[in-house]
T-cell receptor, first 114, second 114 residues
């Protein structure tokens, strides 16, 4: 079975500062994908970043980057130059390479303070 | 290109009734998955369909059922509604199956049980 753990229920950051959201997971799979999704009050789940487990290089998307430690089963998200629009729930998720089912963490509520 | 469309956006029902929710995937997408989101349980997987076949089912009682039509649109049905069924129901679509397939979420249906 796959489990995803987000140990920070709530976080806050000053506008323009950097914040890191933590995520750990457990799996016996060797090939899989990891994701960070953002869910603003509008409810729609928006993909922030995706990491393929067989790629050692950490994924980056503009102000968003991850620190993927496969041996430690850790997948943290760093948001640089935080903006007010980054305020949302952030979910870490796991998917097997051949599957189509997400395993989600419990989420971290991020507030960006002006 | 239109996104994933879920209807209705809001629904109020009473205990014991049944409800049908609809999800229209992005044109060309053949895979649809459903998730239940509650404050207490987070995001939990319900079903996954590909080309009208249910590939996977989450750990939910038999009151929860679903299907996919030949045009890839999917419906889920919940019978004998209980208070605990109050949740945001999200669907996601993708072209095919696998973690390398970008998943697109709809805005969800908010179901409230009185």
């Amino acid at each position: 079975a796959q489990t995803v753990t987000q140990s920070q229920p709530e976080m806050s950051v000053q506008e323009a500062e950097t914040v890191t959201l933590s995520c750990t997971y457990d799996t016996s799979e060797n090939n899989y994908y990891l994701f960070w999704y953002k869910q603003p009050p509008s409810r729609q789940m928006i993909l922030v970043i995706r990491q393929e487990a067989y790629k050692q290089q950490n994924a980056t998307e503009n102000r968003f980057s991850v620190n993927f430690q496969k041996a430690a089963k850790s997948f943290s998200l760093k948001i640089s130059d935080s903006q007010l629009g980054d305020t949302a729930m952030y979910f870490c998720a796991f998917m097997k390479r051949t599957g189509n089912q997400f395993y989600f963490g419990t989420g971290t509520s991020l507030t960006v303070i002006p | 290109k239109a996104g994933v469309t879920q209807t209705p956006r809001y629904l109020i029902k009473t205990r014991g009734q049944q409800v049908t929710l609809s999800c229209s995937p992005i044109s060309g997408h053949r895979s649809v998955s459903w998730y239940q989101q509650t404050p207490g349980q987070g995001l939990q997987f319900l079903f996954e369909y590909f080309s009208e076949t249910q590939r996977n089912k989450g750990n939910f009682p038999g009151r929860f059922s679903g299907r996919q039509f030949s045009n890839s649109r999917s419906e889920m049905n919940v019978s004998t509604l209980e208070l605990g069924d109050s949740a945001l129901y999200l669907c996601a679509s993708s072209v095919g199956v696998g973690g390398d397939q970008p998943q697109h979420f709809g805005d969800g249906t908010r179901l409230s049980i009185l």
